[in-house]
T-cell receptor, first 116, second 111 residues
Framework: GAVVSQHPSRVICKSGTSVKIECRSL??????MFWYRQFPKQSLMLMAT?????????EQGVEKDKFLINHASLTLSTLTVTSAHPEDSSFYIC????????????FGPGTRLTVL | AQSVTQLGSHVSVSEGALVLLRCNYS??????LFWYVQYPNQGLQLLLK??????LVKGINGFEAEFKKSETSFHLTKPSAHMSDAAEYFC?????????FGQGTRLTINP
């Protein structure tokens, strides 16, 4: 149980284009989802927290107009990197938390974004 | 501020030797602590978690961790390292609304 998927697993795009990453909870309802960014050989950096049906809460220094987050249902959250640039290249990981497991997050497998 | 500190960004042990990965948390972090493992280009997999029950927590793949409040520590151990244990390990504490991660420790296993 408690499986989280991400799609795509890898994406390569040209500078200036937008990329959408999906995060799905497969066997539970995720009242809260989190989006992280991880640079090579570094820890995870929380970008934003999203609760189903409400606006995401962004961490300090994260541009909300750059990284659009939508959490329209209890099983799906999307992260859209708008007008991507090479410096946006990174590993993006989502996690999900249910109302029954408040103190535990379940992580997706990650999405490797490369912007040319 | 809440913080989790992992001592040692890189630990190298021989196959069959004891694995010890260190983690200390700030006293302001609530006592919900986690160890995760990450293999290259993959997400995080939960090894074990402490949720105010038994102080010695057993996890998957033979790992265990002991919560020591007096030392504000939650070190991860495994009696005998296996080649498949080579990975990045993260200690994390549950803050008010979010997980606080340590910097990570890369574990290398020497044959």
């Amino acid at each position: 149980g408690a499986v989280v998927s991400q799609h795509p697993s890898r994406v390569i795009c040209k500078s200036g284009t937008s990329v959408k990453i999906e995060c799905r909870s497969l066997d539970f309802q995720a009242t809260t989802m989190f989006w992280y960014r991880q640079f090579p050989k570094q820890s995870l950096m929380l970008m934003a927290t999203s609760n189903e049906g409400s606006k995401a809460t962004y961490e300090q220094g994260v541009e909300k107009d750059k990284f659009l987050i939508n959490h329209a249902s209890l099983t799906l959250s999307t992260l859209t990197v708008t007008s991507a640039h090479p410096e946006d290249s990174s590993f993006y990981i989502c996690s999900a938390r249910s109302s029954y497991s408040y103190n535990e997050q379940f992580f997706g497998p990650g999405t490797r974004l490369t912007v040319l | 501020a809440q913080s989790v500190t992992q001592l040692g960004s890189h630990v190298s042990v021989s196959e069959g030797a004891l694995v010890l990965l260190r983690c200390n948390y700030s006293s302001s972090v609530p006592p919900y602590l986690f160890w995760y493992v990450q293999y290259p280009n993959q997400g995080l997999q939960l090894l074990l978690k402490y949720t105010s029950a038994a102080t010695l927590v057993k996890g998957i793949n033979g790992f265990e961790a002991e919560f020591k409040k007096s030392e504000t520590s939650f070190h991860l151990t495994k009696p005998s390292a296996h080649m498949s244990d080579a990975a990045e390990y993260f200690c994390a504490g549950q803050g008010a609304q979010k997980l606080v991660f340590g910097q990570g420790t890369r574990l290398t296993i020497n044959p």
